[in-house]
């Protein structure tokens, strides 16, 4: 076993709850479910003292994760990422306490390692082996590899206009690689296709309720390493969104475990000015967005022109008093660079993208000199080798 506690699905939005042992994506009202969980339970044994023995991965958090038998765990050893101090940047830009979270070093190079090693380590214990996903490409990657693992059949559909490394890469791993010629968004809308005419089983994010339990244990590592406390500001670049609504699940937890008080951090979703549903949303009140007609930039995972998770992504960044921001291509290339010649980090644009983010908010006044950031640099910049080349 692995002493999870998890007990039930319930709808974010209106509430229905469905058994865990149920093979489901979506509620029937058509928005994400989330796994509940029993704290009670839980607080026995997930404990300050007990977590301190335990390996660095994600699945030291195993009590508040969905997998029930560890026999069904698929790892290639993800999370446990240092929390490092931008020294260099801080001084720069005259922050004292600038903090990075390096989740370039997972396995397949990004964070959707978390995500996708819970959705395949569940989807093995409910006994699927036929998986999908439409991905801007990291996705497709860890999908592809944790698949591989499980002895999993894996089809990934792709922008046609993703970087030539990650067809490659999913096709090492032994993945079906379809190529589209769009975003995201019609990348999705071929695979929903495969699911129907050839019983694949999706695992699009939040459109299955795994993913974010994988990337939630981001909020509790960092936790952890702050010594139980949360940072002022935390900047996500945000496409779907489930690494900062997986956070604010984490936050919650974390509190009625006992292990945080109710201080929470600004949220602060990032999106490219290419690209920016969710702050066109946050900045006209609105509660959900609206379609992004022409999604276009180099930082791939952001071209997600519409969240399923949108409201929950609104929510959080509201709640949290934090804001939403776009930035520019030029602004996230000189970030992405400035991450590598001053903190040794060769990350993603979409990672320069948090940092191109903090600059304009140190210049707004909404980042304050005395404020503890993090900010999350969510994958590698090996894969995007033609972005570093222009
Ligand atoms: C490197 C990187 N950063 C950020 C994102 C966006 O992540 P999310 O969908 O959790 O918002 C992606 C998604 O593809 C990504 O690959
Ligand atoms: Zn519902």
Redesign the pocket.
């Known amino acids: 076993m692995t002493n999870s506690t998890s007990i039930n699905l319930r709808c974010s939005e209106c509430g229905k709850q469905y058994s865990l042992s149920e093979i489901v994506n979506l509620c029937q009202c058509g928005k994400p479910l989330l796994v509940e969980y029993d704290y009670a339970l839980a607080m026995k044994s997930l404990t300050v003292e007990s977590l301190k023995g335990r390996d660095q991965n994600m699945w030291k958090y195993r009590e508040m994760l969905p997998v029930q038998n560890r026999k069904h765990v698929i790892s290639l050893g993800e999370g446990g990422t240092e929390l490092l101090a931008a020294q260099r940047t801080g001084v720069k830009l005259g922050l004292k306490n600038l903090l990075l979270k390096d989740?370039s070093t997972n396995p397949t190079g990004?964070?959707?390692a978390r995500?996708l090693s819970m959705a395949v380590s569940r989807a093995h214990e409910l006994g699927l082996n036929k998986l999908i996903v439409p991905?801007?490409?990291?996705?497709g990657s860890a999908l592809s590899a944790y698949g591989a693992r499980a002895s999993m059949e894996i089809c990934v559909v792709m922008p046609s206009a993703s970087d030539p490394v990650f067809i490659t890469d999913c096709q090492a791993h032994g993945a079906r690689v379809e190529l589209i010629d769009g975003s995201?968004k019609d990348c999705g809308e071929y695979a929903a296709g495969l699911v129907a005419s050839e019983d694949y089983f999706s695992v699009a994010?939040l459109k299955e309720p795994y993913r974010i339990e994988g990337?939630k244990t981001m909020g509790y590592e960092l936790a952890e390493q702050l010594g139980w406390t949360l940072p002022d500001v935390i900047i996500?670049?945000?496409?779907?969104?489930?690494?900062?609504?997986?956070m604010w699940k984490a936050f919650d937890e974390l509190e009625q475990l006992g292990l945080i008080d109710s201080k929470r951090p600004r949220m602060v979703s990032v999106q490219s000015e290419g690209c920016a549903p969710i702050v066109k949303a946050f900045d006209e009140g609105k509660k959900e967005a609206e379609l992004w007609p022409h999604p276009e930039t180099a930082?791939?995972?952001?071209r997600?022109p519409s969240?399923v998770g949108d409201f929950l992504?609104l929510n959080a960044v509201r709640e949290s008093n934090g804001t939403a921001i776009s930035v520019s291509e030029q602004e996230i290339y000189k970030s992405t660079l400035d991450l590598a010649s001053q903190e040794g980090i060769f990350a993603?644009?979409?990672?320069g993208a948090t940092l191109a983010a903090l600059k304009k908010l140190l210049a707004s006044g909404f980042v304050a000199a005395t404020d503890q950031v993090v900010l999350?640099l969510?994958?590698?910049g090996y894969k995007y080798l033609e972005f570093f080349r222009k």
């Not at 996500?236 to 997986?246: E, F, V």
């Open positions: 989740e990004s964070f959707k995500g991905t801007a490409g990291n996705a995201i994010t990337k996500y670049p945000t496409g779907g969104g489930t690494g900062l609504i997986g930082a791939l995972g952001l997600v969240a992504i993603a644009p979409e990672a999350f969510t994958g590698s």
